[in-house]
């Protein structure tokens, strides 16, 4: 069973960038689509952006712009880069895997923005 792990998480003032990596513990099957999203305490979980393994993107309205998902497939890795953060983006951000297998999720990385 593929597994994956996020990095990249951590405190980072308004205003300021975050790049999320999340790495399949081995070679994906094709086709796939990753996805990053974020859970607010107290809310439910939100799509923040997918991207299949041809490199179709697919983003939440709120999202675009500020927000960029891309992926490295010979490294079996998605990257979310996150600029101009703002506080209502403080949250847990997972991603996830989706293939003819089935679904799975990482374990999350908290994504704290605060000055």
């Known amino acids: 069973q593929v597994q994956l792990v996020e990095s990249g998480g951590g405190l980072v003032q308004p205003g300021g960038s975050l790049r999320l990596s999340c790495a399949a513990s081995r070679s994906i099957s094709s086709p796939n689509t990753m996805g990053w999203y974020r859970q607010i305490p107290g809310n439910e979980r939100e799509l923040v952006a997918r991207?299949?393994?041809?490199?179709?993107?697919n983003y939440a309205d709120s999202m675009k712009g500020r927000f960029t998902i891309s992926r490295d497939n010979t490294k079996n890795t998605v990257y979310l880069q996150m600029n101009n953060l703002e506080s209502e983006d403080t949250a847990v951000y997972s991603c996830?895997?989706?293939?003819?297998?089935?679904?799975?999720w990482g374990q999350g990385t908290q994504v704290t923005v605060s000055s």
């Open positions: 996830d895997l989706r293939n003819r297998f089935g679904e799975y």
């Open positions: 991207i299949s393994s041809g490199g179709i993107t």
